[in-house]
């Protein structure tokens, strides 16, 4: 009983400190954030940007938005997004910095969008309260104190609006469009179904010996152990091995993305399944850069084993309008 009263007070504080951290989003906002919206130059012409990893995404969703039915119980009132320590933390939107600094013993930044406000820890910031960021501007970057993921890193990434939280990865998602696939990814549900593809061009192959060393769909994780969707297609690749756009396209992100590892990620043109967007992980090397346009075969960069992997491959992943899909009904033959 002694044991059971406890877990119950310990549940009640985490909720608590929870709720103090985003009380920060909340209430009237002040003279100093009068006027601010989610206006600027935008990353990529985007109003709205996830904080770490790309800015258009995918990210390592670990876990979801899951709010409590009261405000006073224990819930999940934002995204923990994977990302290194030391890793860069962006604003999410355009606004004021409302706070910035110690709380609870981590470091929490808070970012006043007019009746948004939105919230990351634990980071050790670069910015001062009052101080004017646009979209994409950094933050500061994510520190090593144990958070929501302990003992992995994360971002824990809050938003509320006009006192209610909401999910903040419905910030930067097209309201059409459902969750994006590393959300998805963490559910033991089954995958969510291809979209069909009608009659638009096919994707070709990322690499010139297309193996299949791990199809698209539920798993159990090589590294961690854990059930869940396995987000692409892995194709056999030895280091080294160029990898190739599978259609013409511009470029929208290139770096080291987690587990994911070093990764490219291509936006393609809008077909009948919808805009296609193709990323490139647990590359060696990558040989394009942001904003560089694709003709069809490209080489974007050469294969390896970054991040999360047991050896050299390709880790192949598809998008239809930022909805996951399963990069085999996009490919010749399929």
Excluded: N
Excluded at 75 to 104: F, K, M, N, Q, T
């Amino acid at each position: 009983m002694h044991r059971s009263l406890t877990a119950v007070a310990s549940s009640a504080r985490r909720a608590l400190l929870v709720v103090l951290v985003l009380h920060l989003a909340t209430g009237a906002t002040g003279a100093a954030s009068a006027g601010v919206t989610a206006s600027g130059p935008g990353v990529l012409g985007r109003a709205w940007v996830y904080p770490v990893g790309p800015p258009a995404g995918p990210v390592d969703l670990v876990h979801d938005f899951d709010p409590p039915d009261d405000p006073w119980l224990p819930g999940h009132r934002g995204v923990d997004i994977a990302a290194p320590v030391g890793a860069e933390v962006r604003a999410a939107g355009s606004g004021r910095v409302r706070y910035a600094g110690p709380l609870a013993g981590r470091g929490v930044v808070v970012v006043d969008h007019g009746t948004v406000r939105t919230t990351y820890e634990p980071v050790a910031a670069t910015v001062t309260v009052g101080q004017r960021v646009h979209v994409g501007a950094p933050l500061g970057t994510l520190a090593a104190t144990p958070g929501h993921c302990a003992p992995a890193s994360c971002l824990h990434w809050g938003a509320r609006e006009r006192g209610r939280y909401r999910d903040p990865g419905a910030l930067v998602r097209p309201a059409a469009v459902r969750l994006l696939p590393l959300g998805e990814r963490t559910l033991s549900g089954d995958p969510p179904p291809p979209p069909a593809t009608g009659t638009g061009a096919p994707l070709d192959w990322p690499v010139a010996q297309p193996r299949v060393t791990s199809p698209y769909g539920m798993r159990v994780h090589p590294v961690t152990g854990v059930y869940k969707l396995h987000d692409g297609t892995d194709f056999g690749a030895a280091c080294g091995t160029p990898v190739r756009s599978a259609a013409a396209g511009q470029v929208t992100d290139v770096g080291m993305r987690g587990a994911y590892g070093l990764q490219v990620t291509v936006r393609h043109a809008r077909t009948a399944a919808g805009e296609l967007t193709t990323s490139y992980s647990h590359l060696s090397r990558a040989a394009v850069s942001p904003g560089q346009r694709l003709p069809a075969g490209r080489t974007v960069g050469l294969a390896g084993t970054t991040g999360s992997s047991t050896g050299c491959h390709l880790h192949f992943m598809v998008y239809a309008d930022a909805a996951l899909a399963d990069p085999m009904t996009f490919l010749p033959g399929q």
